[in-house]
Structure formats: structure tokens, C-alpha cells
């Protein structure tokens, strides 16, 4: 290892192994540092205890989680597109670490006392899913969905099916979490499932490609 950096990074990988193995409450600092081969001075300066390297895990994953949403909402230009975008590296993220996402949903059902400051953790964990509440109500404000539904109402269903899909996925890494089940998620979404609306969108979007071929081919014979 070299530097402070790496020695704390190291800490919080062993940390991630044993509690989502163990939980919270079944790990010993013991466990952390023969895993990250430190002493319990390393780990008590860097983190202060065990409740403070729990803490630290859980926002580096929630800051994480913030930055990823808001690269991945710049790539893209309307609601749908950043949807998608948002949805793909989520998925890619929660692929990656597996581990961090069994942690983070066992923490969020933890009894109380079960984790340390259960308020305190999840505090900065609720900024990601007040992105995407604030990105839900700009695409009601500019036409991109219907205001008919409360904003709270449709960020919370959003948020819903990815995590569903990323629960199953840490429950049973066989289920897919890919490209196409995130464009999937989206297009129902935004589209629903009913007989006609999926088709009727897809229809108007096949027509739009066609209209857009025509266009092209009578320019070039024009041309």
C-alpha cells in the first residue's frame, strides 16, 4: 500500500466483505483489521471506530451514487434520454458492487440499533432520490410527462423499479441487469404497459424513422 489514501481505501474494502457477510453488528473491529492487515490504531485514526467506518462506507456509496446520476443526466438532452442514462449506470454500478448494494439494502430494513445512526447514514443517500424528484418535476414543467401525477408520486415509482431490479440482481446475480432491461424499465415508465400505448408509441417512432429515410432519399434524389 502507498499513502493515506490507498490505506483507508484498503480498511473500507475489508470493512465492505465482512459486513455484508456479517452485518453490522456480527463484525469486530478484530475481523476488519486482520482482513486489511492493520493495526486498531490504523483504523481508529482513520475512521475513529467501527460505527464511524460503517458511516463512511455508506456515504462514499451515496455520494458515489449522486455523481454517477448527474454524469449521466448531462449526457443527454431530454427526460427519456436522461432516464435511460440514469437507469444504465445505476445498473452498472449496482453490477460492480454487489456487495455494497446487499449492505445498503440490509441497512435501509435494519432494526433500530441494529447500525449506527440509521437517520444519519441514509441522510445523504436521500439526495439521489431528490435528484431525480427534482428531474421528474422539470419534465412535468416542460411537457416531457403528464402533471396529472404528484411529482413524489412518479419519482418514487421510478426509483421503485430500479431497485427492484437491482435487489433481484444482488439476490440472484443470474437475473440480467443490463442495457436492455434499463431501456426496458424507461420505456414502460414512460409508456405503461397497456394494449395500445407501448405499440402506439413504437409505431410513431418506427413512422418517425420512416419519415425521416423518405426525406432523405427525396433529397438525394433532388439533389
Known amino acids: ?24 453488528a456480527g463484525t469486530s473491529v ?7 492487515r492493520v493495526s486498531r490504531p490504523v483504523l481508529y485514526y482513520y475512521f475513529g ?17 449522486l455523481r454517477l446520476m448527474r454524469e449521466a443526466v448531462a449526457r443527454a438532452t431530454t427526460l427519456a ?11 452498472e454500478f449496482a453490477s460492480a458492487n454487489r456487495e455494497l448494494m446487499r449492505l445498503a439494502f440490509a441497512s435501509a ?10 437517520a ?13 424528484e427534482d428531474l421528474i418535476r422539470r419534465g412535468q414543467e416542460n411537457g416531457e410527462l403528464t402533471r396529472r401525477f404528484d411529482t413524489r408520486a412518479l419519482a418514487m415509482g421510478f426509483a421503485g423499479l430500479m431497485h427492484l431490479h437491482v435487489l433481484l440482481h444482488v439476490l440472484q446475480p443470474d437475473q440480467p441487469l443490463n442495457r436492455t432491461v434499463a431501456e426496458t424499465l424507461v420505456e414502460v415508465f414512460l409508456h405503461g404497459a397497456a394494449p395500445g400505448r407501448a405499440e402506439n408509441h413504437a409505431s410513431k417512432r418506427a413512422n418517425g424513422v420512416r419519415r425521416n429515410g423518405h426525406t432523405s432519399a427525396r433529397r438525394n434524389k433532388t439533389g
Open 109 to 118: 430494513v435494519a432494526a433500530s440499533g441494529e447500525v449506527p445512526a440509521e
Open 1 to 24: 500500500m502507498h499513502g493515506e489514501a490507498d490505506t483507508r481505501q484498503h480498511i473500507l474494502q475489508a470493512a465492505l466483505k465482512w459486513f455484508a457477510r456479517k452485518g453490522y
Open 30 to 36: 478484530s475481523d476488519i483489521v486482520t482482513t486489511a
Open 81 to 91: 434520454g436522461q432516464l435511460r442514462e440514469i437507469a444504465i449506470t445505476m445498473f
Open 49 to 65: 471506530s467501527k460505527a464511524g467506518l460503517y458511516r463512511a462506507l455508506v456515504d462514499w456509496a451515496a455520494e458515489e451514487r
Open 120 to 132: 444519519e447514514c441514509f441522510q445523504k443517500g436521500f439526495k439521489s432520490y431528490l435528484f431525480l
